[in-house]
């Protein structure tokens, strides 16, 4: 037996390769070996920059004397769940069905049948605070298995069925409209924490979808209550500890109540949500904060995550080294400062200054004396070059630290969200530097993840393709980012890939029924259940994901059966809506850009001329939820084959709505449509404007 884990693409596999334990991949392989010895499957999960998996691999995986148990009495297998979030799903469901709770690392006990019988997460070295230890709990499941096998058995089997049990109907007849967006408003009122900003308690999670949610809302209603909420949150992030104020970008939550101490892993999806979220702001109030921290975070994800094949790497560790010289790791050593250290930088005066800036205090507000760096509220007016000067050198200083490690995996789903906040930004705050980024990154996905059939590969690293494939989420989000990527560069291309990718979710994730989507295909591999979760965690749901790229290709296309598909999917937001807003944001989300139309916004004008570009930047600012945007030159539709499947994708590089919107009086025209309704073309940029409510 050996260690099977040197030639996996995964990071976190990759970090337990030399580990004594003999791990497998999942596989069937592993469970045949299972059978084969007679012996349960262990089955551990968790995922790079995980700070709670360090410490147990360390602690258990790393220690030769457990590793011995292990090897002896059972097969082990151990999953990224970023690579294999199915996996993770179907089995973390059981997990928090056992025992009420969950997270990782997850350790789950398994038949060679792949039925789940104990089930547990983090597991220490040795007993504590009522909590067996890890060779505990490895003694009495090697000894329920050799003596009380029925019984194990049983267990399993019985969760098995209780699991079937669970497929969801669609949740609800019809879709959601006034009411129920209503109800969601008020539900997400009385848990918003009006002092802090966010929802609920510590730990406090950034709650991006659910902002998108507000400011759609808003933009819809003129709901103040709505906006107030949006902007509050938004601002208490970015002046919080969760929010690195030296470089940009977003920890992944934050311990306490008030955004001050993050766990200060950075995740691709996080900051990509979060850029386009702050974007979103900015384009309904102006806001300067907003602008800077859209700005900064795109810098971030560019100058921190970008890989050298063009996409964006998944996660930073939360640890890295303490910088004491002992070699051991800390977590948040690389971003905390202490009153000396100030000084040692900037000397007596500037790190007075920067003491009061920042919130540093002699007492420290993380650990050890040591603060991390936030912006108090009160300070009233600063000199903003000394402000300047303050950050970069202690930029620069920070830059000779160790570094946290990178996990540099290429998830398909989080690169599409990554381009669809970069190329929005960019357009935003003319930076073309950006879009460029995001069109190198949507090139990977189609070179690397993309085969000929069409189907989606869930990850790569260094170029090379993983063997995992696409789920709902992928499609979803890659689809989402190449409809924002079309909107800002009016490469109608773009359209026409999302268009082959939501062929594949209606073909392969829409149960039969309609109304029902599955997180994995039809033809995916065969777990104990089937997975499907309408519920937002981190990132949105596979299942609303979908259904808003499905709403806006077929406003760009007038598909019928794209819209059919996203409507049917809305009836879960329906039922879902009103109970538990919190989880179900970008459903509602998608909810508002449904009852907006979402408007379809034509942009026809010669390349290159002024009016063309201004109604262009025009209808990309609208704040009207959902609204689709086509801009190029008149009357140059080119049908495809894709196009005569779909009922009117685009081939080449045009557009549907461009067909049959000539220039008005020889002039760059703007086109505006709204559930099959059109208003009268207009030439007059203000006149744009202030249809689709631009702030600017």
């Avoid at 003999?22 to 469970?31: C, G, L, M």
């Avoid at 975070?297 to 964006?312: K, S």
């Avoid at 999302?498 to 029924?513: H, M, N, Q, T, W």
């Amino acid at each position: 037996m050996a260690n099977r884990l040197a030639h996996e693409t995964s990071p976190y596999l990759l970090q337990h390769a030399d580990n004594p334990v003999d791990w497998w991949p999942w596989s069937p392989e592993a469970f045949a070996e299972a059978r084969r010895r007679d012996v349960p499957v262990l089955l551990s999960v968790g995922y790079s920059s995980c700070h709670w998996c360090h410490v147990m691999a360390h602690e258990s995986f790393e220690d030769v004397t457990t590793a011995k148990y292990m090897n002896a009495h059972f097969v082990s297998v151990k999953v990224d769940r970023e690579e294999r979030p199915d996996v993770d799903a179907v089995y973390m469901e059981a997990v928090q069905a056992a025992t009420g709770q969950g997270g990782w690392p997850m350790t789950v006990f398994l038949t060679p049948d792949a039925e789940p019988f104990y089930f547990g997460t983090y597991f220490p070295p040795a007993p504590r605070a009522g909590t067996a230890s890890f060779p505990q709990v490895l003694e009495g499941v090697s000894a329920a298995w050799t003596d009380r096998r029925e019984e194990v058995a049983e267990v399993g089997a019985r969760i098995v069925r209780e699991l079937a049990g669970r497929s969801l109907a669609h949740g609800g007849d019809g879709m959601p409209g006034e009411e129920e967006a209503t109800q969601a408003l008020l539900g997400l009122t009385r848990e918003y924490d009006a002092l802090h900003g966010g929802f609920g308690g510590a730990p406090k999670f950034p709650p991006s979808m659910v902002v998108e949610f507000l400011l759609r809302h808003h933009a819809r209603t003129g709901s103040e209550g709505a906006l107030q909420m949006a902007t509050h949150t938004c601002e208490a992030m970015a002046r919080g500890g969760i929010y690195d104020q030296l470089g940009g970008g977003f920890a992944r939550y934050a311990v306490d109540r008030e955004w001050v101490v993050p766990h200060f892993e950075k995740m691709l999806y996080d900051n990509a949500l979060l850029c386009r979220v702050y974007a979103h702001l900015w384009r309904a109030t102006g806001s300067d904060l907003a602008r800077r921290v859209a700005i900064e975070t795109a810098d971030f994800l560019v100058r921190e995550l970008r890989t050298p094949e063009g996409g964006f790497a998944s996660a930073l560790d939360a640890d890295s080294d303490d910088n004491t010289g002992s070699g051991k790791h800390a977590e948040g050593a690389y971003y905390v400062w202490t009153p000396e250290q100030l000084r040692a930088v900037l000397g007596e005066a500037d790190a007075e200054f920067a003491e009061r800036y920042y919130g540093v205090t002699v007492d420290g507000t993380f650990e050890a004396g040591a603060s991390v760096l936030q912006l108090p509220v009160g300070e009233g007016l600063v000199d903003a070059e000394r402000v300047e000067s303050v950050r970069t050198r202690l930029l620069a200083a920070r830059e000779e630290r160790a570094r946290p490690g990178r996990d540099d995996k290429i998830v398909a789903a989080w690169n599409g969200l990554a381009i669809a906040a970069l190329a929005e930004t960019g357009a935003y705050f003319d930076r073309p530097d950006l879009i460029e980024r995001a069109t190198e990154a949507a090139d990977l996905l189609v070179r690397v993840h993309l085969d000929d059939a069409a189907r989606l590969a869930r990850t790569s690293k260094d170029g090379r393709v993983g063997a995992n494939a696409g789920v709902l989420e992928d499609y979803g989000d890659v689809a989402e980012g190449f409809l924002a990527l079309a909107s800002v560069t009016g490469e109608g291309v773009w359209l026409e890939f999302a268009g082959f990718l939501l062929d594949i979710v209606l073909d392969k994730f829409v149960a039969e029924s309609g109304g029902t989507l599955f997180d994995t295909a039809d033809d995916a591999e065969q777990l104990i259940r089937r997975p499907q979760d309408p519920m937002d965690n981190a990132t949105p749901s596979g299942w609303t994901a979908a259904a808003g790229a499905l709403l806006s290709y077929a406003a760009h296309t007038g598909s019928a059966a794209h819209r059919d598909a996203a409507e049917g999917a809305l009836g879960v937001v329906k039922a879902l809506g009103p109970r538990a807003p919190r989880f179900i944001g970008w459903g509602l989300a998608v909810a508002e850009a449904r009852l907006d139309g979402p408007r379809e916004i034509a942009v026809v004008g010669p390349a290159g001329d002024g009016t063309t570009a201004a109604l262009h930047r025009a209808a990309l600012l609208g704040t009207r939820p959902g609204a689709v945007v086509a801009v190029g030159e008149p009357d140059r539709v080119v049908g495809g084959a894709a196009g005569d499947a779909a009922g009117g994708t685009a081939g080449g590089s045009e557009f549907p709505l461009l067909a049959g919107r000539p220039l008005v009086s020889g002039e760059a025209a703007a086109y505006v449509c709204r559930r099959f309704v059109c208003s009268a073309p207009t030439t007059e940029v203000s006149e744009l404007k202030a249809e689709l409510g631009v702030f600017e």
